[in-house]
Structures are given as C-alpha cells and as structure tokens.
T-cell receptor, first 115, second 116 residues
Framework: EAGVVQSPRYKIIEKKQPVAFWCNPISGHNTLYWYRQNLGQGPELLIRYENEEAVDDSQLPKDRFSAERLKGVDSTLKIQPAELGDSAVYLC?????????????FGPGTRLTVL | AQSVTQLDSQVPVFEEAPVELRCNYSSSVSVYLFWYVQYPNQGLQLLLKYLSGSTLVKGINGFEAEFNKSQTSFHLRKPSVHISDTAEYFCAVSTIIIQGAQKLVFGQGTRLTINP
C-alpha cells in the first residue's frame, strides 16, 4: 500500500514569491492534516480536513496561507507571498477518520527555504 | 490546553546500551499519549501509543513506554539500542476536541545518536 505522497520534496524560493505544496493521502483516508515543522521543533497543526471540508484551520495564517482539498482526496497548501519565517518542513498526514484510535500516517514532507 | 515537554534535546548513547527518552505532559483532562520516530529526510512513524489499560506499552523496534499519571510522564525506553535507532523522537499528547476528533500536540523532539 502506498503511503502519503508529497511533492516537491524540496523548494527554494525568494521572499515575496508564491509557493504551493501538494499531498496525496493514503487511499480511503477521509481525514487529512497539514503540519508545519520548524527547525528543531515538533510539528504544529495548520489545518485539518474531513473529506473536502476544512474543520480546524485555527492555526493557519489566513493572510498568506490557503489550502484546498477538492473532491476530498488530494490537497494543496499555498503560501502567497512567502516570508523568510516560512522556511520550514511542511508535513502532510492522513487517517481513516479523526478519532483518537486511528493512527495518523505522515508523508516525507516538503522542505521550504525562503531566501 | 495541553502541552508536552521533552527534557533532553539530544541523547548520545553507545550501541547496545540502554536508553531512556523523557517526556512530561500537562493537561487538565484525560489524555492519550504517543511516541513518533523521524528518520532523516522521512516523515514521522508511530512507535507506540497509550490510549487506556495497561500503563506499560510496547511498540515497534523493541521500544516501550510507561504512562505515569501521578508524575504526568510517558518516558520511552529501549534495553539495547542499535545504530539504526539513530533518529529524532517526538512525544505527543492528544485529547478529544469535538465530535470525537483528536488533536495532536508534539514536544520539541529528542535527537538520539547511537555511537559504535
């Protein structure tokens, strides 16, 4: 069974440029999460989707970040414009549903460097 | 709100020695506890979890952890480590928020380095 797929794996951009990350969750997983992991820190939740609905986006900086999950499968996270402080690893995870008994499976992440 | 503190940012250990990675949590409600491992350039992988029942939890790769409610701790242990255990380890706490959904809060991570 394929795991969570993310692309690109690495991205280097200059500040003020836009950037987008793509995630394909495990087949059949209804819940999808985007996390940001700053250097030397643990992941922090940005947004959680249940199917195509964003049900928890309280930590998403809405002035520059946006996300979508069309058709309840793949998801895209966008930053526009990027700032130096956005340099981090962006992780996507998925689970069957959001309950505690269901393990979250993580993708390898996209490492973003903003110059 | 819950929080997690991993007391050691780095732990160097010799191969075949025992190791303990410490984790303390703070929460005003019942919690569920997890340990994840992150190998270089990879995503997080679940090592073990405590949801209820026995306070000693066994996970993959020979790791185990003990839930101690009075100490609010969930330390990870392995009796004999291998070079392949070199990785970053994250402790996480979860509570039920709404409609049965969990929200994971991670600690800062502990980098375990195994020396030959």
């Amino acid at each position: 069974e394929a795991g969570v797929v993310q692309s690109p794996r690495y991205k280097i951009i200059e500040k003020k440029q836009p950037v987008a990350f793509w995630c394909n969750p495990i087949s059949g997983h209804n819940t999808l999460y985007w996390y940001r992991q700053n250097l030397g820190q643990g992941p922090e939740l940005l947004i959680r989707y249940e199917n195509e609905e964003a049900v928890d986006d309280s930590q998403l900086p809405k002035d520059r970040f946006s996300a979508e999950r069309l058709k309840g499968v793949d998801s895209t996270l966008k930053i526009q414009p990027a700032e130096l402080g956005d340099s981090a690893v962006y992780l996507c995870a998925s689970s069957l549903d959001p309950g505690t008994y269901n393990e979250q499976f993580f993708g390898p992440g996209t490492r973003l460097t903003v110059l | 709100a819950q929080s997690v503190t991993q007391l050691d940012s780095q732990v160097p250990v010799f191969e075949e020695a025992p190791v303990e990675l410490r984790c303390n949590y703070s929460s005003s409600v019942s919690v569920y506890l997890f340990w994840y491992v992150q190998y270089p350039n990879q995503g997080l992988q679940l090592l073990l979890k405590y949801l209820s029942g026995s306070t000693l939890v066994k996970g993959i790769n020979g790791f185990e952890a003990e839930f101690n409610k009075s100490q609010t701790s969930f330390h990870l242990r392995k009796p004999s480590v291998h070079i392949s255990d070199t990785a970053e380890y994250f402790c996480a706490v979860s509570t039920i928020i709404i409609q049965g959904a969990q929200k994971l809060v991670f600690g800062q991570g502990t980098r375990l380095t195994i020396n030959p």
